[in-house]
């Protein structure tokens, strides 16, 4: 165990409607970064917080948004769901944003009807 | 865009072997690289890291090469095992792509017994 949790575990959603996903950081980790991983695939990044921060972005377009909150937890926002959007949701944290181990929550299944 | 490719989509070995997994890169700013294990309904786990200035690293039943002038990474694992038995990524991080780590595709290890 990693000791990143998140939240939930699966969600099915409508096109069209809003998601919020949560996690919560190691203890310690000051840095979360969000990832997609479609079935088959290798996680893609979405971005990074760093202090309340983005730190970097990957290749997302607006409705994927987040927060970092003071306790370093993170929300994932995803605004006018499509049904590509359907994927693993992962989350990471590492300490500071610089080349460090990163370990990784154990995802949130998201299902796009 | 970045290119993290693995040469072998799928790997079989007979238990108490040795397994070698491989990853190729395209970047040559790639200068941080992490191992990670994937199984089925979880998020990927830290295997082993190796920076750039190094060439081998070695863990618990774990190797890790890394071959610059090839842009090939590598590996290996000792005595394989049933529950050694999961999709294993290579993932990178250079210095011009900031704080996001690119994932190839993902290796499928099955342990037969």
């Known amino acids: 165990e990693t000791g990143v949790t998140q939240s939930p575990t699966h969600l099915i959603k409508t096109r069209g409607q809003q998601v919020t996903l949560r996690c919560s950081s190691q203890s310690g980790h000051n840095t979360v970064s969000w990832y997609q991983q479609a079935l088959g695939q290798g996680p893609q990044f979405i971005f990074q917080?760093?202090?309340?921060?983005?730190?970097g972005r990957g290749n997302f377009p607006p409705r994927f948004s987040g927060l970092q909150f003071p306790n370093y937890s993170s929300e994932l926002n995803v605004n006018a769901l499509e049904l590509d959007d359907s994927a693993l949701y992962l989350c990471?944290?590492?300490?500071?944003?610089?080349?460090?181990?990163?370990?990784f929550g154990p995802g949130t299944r998201l299902t796009v009807t | 865009g970045e290119s993290v490719g693995l040469h072998l989509p799928t790997l079989s070995v007979q238990e108490g072997d040795n397994s070698i997994i491989n990853c190729a890169y395209s970047n040559s700013a790639s200068d941080y690289f992490i191992w990670y294990k994937q199984e089925s309904g979880k998020g990927p786990q830290f295997i082993i890291d190796i920076r750039s200035n190094m060439d081998k690293r070695q863990g618990q039943r774990v190797t890790v090469l890394l071959n610059k002038t090839v842009k090939h990474l590598s590996l290996q694992i000792a005595a394989t095992q049933p529950g050694d038995s999961a999709v294993y990524f290579c993932a990178e991080k250079g210095s011009d792509t900031g704080n996001q780590f690119y994932f190839g595709t993902g290796t499928s290890l099955t342990v037969i017994p």
């Open positions: 990471a944290s590492s300490l500071v944003s610089s080349r460090r181990e990163q370990y």
């Open positions: 917080y760093y202090r309340e921060e983005e730190n």
